[in-house]
Every structure is written in structure tokens, then in C-alpha cells.
């Protein structure tokens, strides 16, 4: 399985809801990682996670809140977003250094609307 | 901190070959990775260089010169499908292995 999987696919809330986005990948990676992308811009690093434990955080505002529950697992908590947080989150795991080459394998993404 | 450049965009024929060149400077230079990314989808790995020279993938090759902090992504034989963004992204060992990338260059393959 070299699949990174992450639900929704879309999502549209409003700025006063409580969502979470999940993602989920059976590679045996220990690195899990948060981006965010807006259109036509790069992806954007917002946390890594290193053996379950957040090991870089991107000065991202405290509405954003990562959580890992396990090594597969990796869910991105979202309350009172604003409008510019619409966006493509992109969820990825790599390998971590020193076994491999840690090329990152993305998910598809989740399509983000805050109205 | 990283400063990486890419050309926002390129145009090519279908059949012919494609270059994409990467600058970066970075204090921990620990590899350098090309995506390529089609609308509306996730980025997918092309390559890897973490020592100088050429590495080939098929039709596509990419290069690596840490001494001058270049690399480039060289697509052979065109196809239609190759239309999409091309993602330049260097990995930082001394700020904890992360990776940052380039503004990416669109690349559009013309009949």
C-alpha cells in the first residue's frame, strides 16, 4: 500500500464551526506532514510530526490544531477559520532521514471553504 | 532560511524537450526533490539528487550542482499529459530535515 488517503475531499464550513480533516497512510512512515496550498502557489509546510510527537510547527495560528493518535494517523483540527483559510490541505508522509531518500508521498488533498 | 527560484512558466511542443531550472541557497542543503503537480491534484515525486550529476527516470532526468546551488528537471519526448506544474523543493538538514519549495513552473505542451 503506497497510498496516503485523507477525508473529506471537501469541505465547506462556516467561520464559527468545529471540523477536522483526517489522513491516514500504512507505509510504516514515521514522518507525517500538514500543508497548506493555495491556488496557484506552492504547497506550504504547517507541522511535522516525528514518531507521533510534533517536531516542527510553522508559526501557524492556534485555529489549526494538528493531532496524531498513532503512527498511521494524522488529523488537522480546524475552529473559527477565516475566509483565507480556504484552501488545499495536504496531508504526506515520508520515511524518516537516514532511510531512504524521505521522499514525501502526498494525499489527494482536501478542498477547504470557510464562508 | 531558503530562497528558491523557478520560471513561472513554460511552453513546448509535444515530442520535443523541456528544461526547468531550480537556484536555491540554503544554510543545510540535504537533497533537492522534483514534483510534478496536475490542477486540482496532489504534488507526485519525479526525482532525487543529493550528490552532483545527472540522475535518469525514463523521460526524465534531473541534474544536481550543490557547489552552484543549481538543479534542473529535463523532460524528453512531450506528451500532452506532461502539461502541469513542475515543483522544485530543497530539503534543510539544519532546520529539521523540512522541505520548502519553489514557486513552481507551469509547463504547457502545445499539439
Known amino acids: 500500500d503506497t497510498e496516503v488517503t485523507q477525508t473529506p475531499k471537501h469541505l465547506v464550513m462556516g467561520m464559527t464551526n468545529k471540523k477536522s480533516l483526517k489522513c491516514e497512510q500504512h507505509?510504516?512512515?514515521?514522518?507525517m506532514y500538514w500543508y497548506k496550498q493555495k491556488a496557484k502557489k506552492p504547497p506550504e509546510l504547517m507541522f511535522v510530526y516525528s514518531y507521533e510527537k510534533l517536531s516542527i510547527n510553522e508559526s501557524v495560528p492556534s485555529r489549526f490544531s494538528p493531532e496524531c493518535p498513532n503512527s498511521s494517523l494524522l488529523n488537522l483540527h480546524l475552529h473559527a477559520l477565516q475566509p483565507e483559510d480556504s484552501a488545499l490541505y495536504l496531508c504526506?508522509?515520508?520515511?524518516?532521514?537516514?532511510?531512504?531518500?524521505?521522499?514525501?508521498?502526498f494525499g489527494p488533498g482536501t478542498r477547504l471553504t470557510v464562508l | 532560511g531558503q530562497n528558491i527560484d523557478q520560471p513561472t512558466e513554460m511552453t513546448a511542443t509535444e515530442g520535443a524537450i523541456v528544461q526547468i531550472n531550480c537556484t536555491y541557497q540554503?544554510?543545510?542543503?540535504?537533497?533537492l526533490f522534483w514534483y510534478q503537480q496536475h490542477a486540482g491534484e496532489a504534488p507526485t515525486f519525479l526525482s532525487y539528487?543529493?550528490?552532483?550529476g545527472l540522475e535518469e527516470k525514463g523521460r526524465f532526468s534531473s541534474f544536481l550542482s550543490r557547489s552552484k546551488g543549481y538543479s534542473y528537471l529535463l523532460l524528453k519526448e512531450l506528451q500532452m499529459k506532461d502539461s502541469a506544474s513542475y515543483l522544485c523543493a530543497v530539503r534543510d538538514g539544519a532546520a529539521g530535515n523540512k522541505l520548502t519549495f519553489g514557486g513552481g513552473t507551469r509547463v504547457l505542451v502545445k499539439p
Open positions: 507505509m510504516g512512515h514515521r514522518a
Open positions: 504526506a508522509s515520508s520515511p524518516l532521514p537516514g532511510q531512504g531518500n524521505n521522499e514525501q508521498f
Open positions: 539528487n543529493v550528490l552532483d
Open positions: 540554503t544554510s543545510g542543503f540535504n537533497g
